[in-house]
């Protein structure tokens, strides 16, 4: 249970070429699978849209946000002419707590929306861009998805980003259920000959990046990636790793070390079809951190992707609570786009029915 204080969430829609949304850290390394990397210091209603049928919580639980980006949501400037953009607005589709703002249930004030630093005024489109958008899968009956679109690098940066933010919350056990629609361009990723492994979809920082907690080495990072291995046709699968992140002076490189990782080879990614994708996440040390991943196709029985028992929070954190978290993130470096977009192939992913709880 989460223990009632407050909590500050920050929502955050970050659109980059190399900047970071922690002034800090960047969120990221050059290989984020590989184990070890560096990187220089940077900055619904599942009943009501016709694609739905993912799972719905358990009934004792308490709902932190829940929106299926429906009418009453938008995406808009959060400061003219500043990197910054914002989703605002109330998803009277589904229930509360829906609004993209602060709110409070049982005593939890939840979510307050503010986007993140990385997308420049009028020229988002260049490399990658956040929208609300009609649901280009669904033609009988409206719906309306949120499309991450990743379209090229900036010149002199080595990475493109969206991404949505929580910061501050102070969760310990959560769980969260997202609709997710990889483009069916993405399959084009599998004539890729190289093995790669950076293709960030979710991600959990496990203690601030301030200086303090570089000091104390309790900064720590959990990524969910789809990743290959070498070879013409090869699959893409879910890769998963727990890193410690150090840096061995201030303003120095971060370094990323694998506390644990795992890669599913038994479910591969398939493209153009919509799934419900589900993770529990748990604060705890090698013998009480825990993090699981389902996943549900439209039609099919769920799949269990990861089972872990790991540690989950920086090696000597001692307050409770995730520093920050994106319960939605398109990341990925030259590789992958660069393949992509010199195929002529759309490098996006649709997001639907995004619901955080506890319980």
């Not at 619904?44 to 993912?54: A, L, T």
């Not at 709110?103 to 004030?109: C, K, M, Y």
């Not at 727990?242 to 493209?271: K, L, M």
Request: glycine share 10%; with cysteine; aromatic share 12%.
């Amino acid at each position: 249970m989460v223990a009632r204080r407050f909590l500050m969430v920050i929502i955050a829609v970050a659109l980059a070429w190399g900047c970071s949304s922690d002034p800090a850290v960047d969120p990221g390394n050059t290989d984020p699978g590989s184990g070890t990397g560096t990187e220089e210091p940077g900055g619904g209603d599942p009943g009501d849209n016709p694609g739905d049928g993912g799972t719905e919580p358990g009934e004792s639980i308490i709902m932190l946000f829940n929106s299926g980006f429906e009418a009453g949501t938008e995406v808009v400037p959060a400061v003219v002419g500043e990197q910054k953009m914002r989703v605002t607005g109330t998803d009277l589709s589904v229930s509360a707590p829906n609004k993209w703002g602060t709110i409070t249930r049982n005593d939890i004030p939840s979510f307050v929306r503010n986007i993140g630093p990385m997308i420049r005024e009028g020229e988002d489109s260049l490399y990658s861009y956040a929208k609300i958008i009609p649901d280009p899968t669904q033609i009988a009956r409206p719906n309306k998805v949120m499309v991450f679109r990743i379209i090229d690098i900036a010149p002199g940066k080595e990475k493109s980003r969206v991404q949505l933010d929580a910061g501050g919350t102070n969760l310990t056990d959560f769980y969260q259920s997202v609709r997710v629609y990889f483009h069916p361009d993405m399959a084009y990723l599998k004539q890729l000959a190289r093995a790669y492994d950076w293709l960030t979809l979710l991600e959990w920082w496990n203690d601030s990046t301030t200086a303090e907690a570089w000091e104390n080495g309790t900064v720590y990072r959990l990524s969910l990636n789809l990743a290959k291995a070498a070879g013409v046709g090869e699959n893409l699968y879910f890769d998963i790793h727990g890193q410690d992140v150090t840096r061995p002076a201030p303003g120095a490189a971060s370094h990323f070390e694998n506390v644990w990782s795992d890669r599913n080879t038994s479910i591969p990614i398939q493209y153009g079809k919509w799934f419900t994708m589900e993770t529990h996440f748990k604060e705890g040390d090698a013998s009480t951190g825990q993090f699981t991943l389902t996943i549900q196709f439209d039609g099919e029985e769920k799949q269990t992707v990861f089972d872990i028992q790991g540690r989950t929070k920086g090696a000597n954190k001692t307050e409770p609570g995730v520093y920050y978290f994106s319960p939605l993130k398109f990341y990925s470096g030259p590789i992958y786009v660069t393949h992509m977009k010199d195929g002529g192939k759309t490098f996006e992913v649709l997001w639907d029915d995004l619901k955080i709880w506890t319980k």
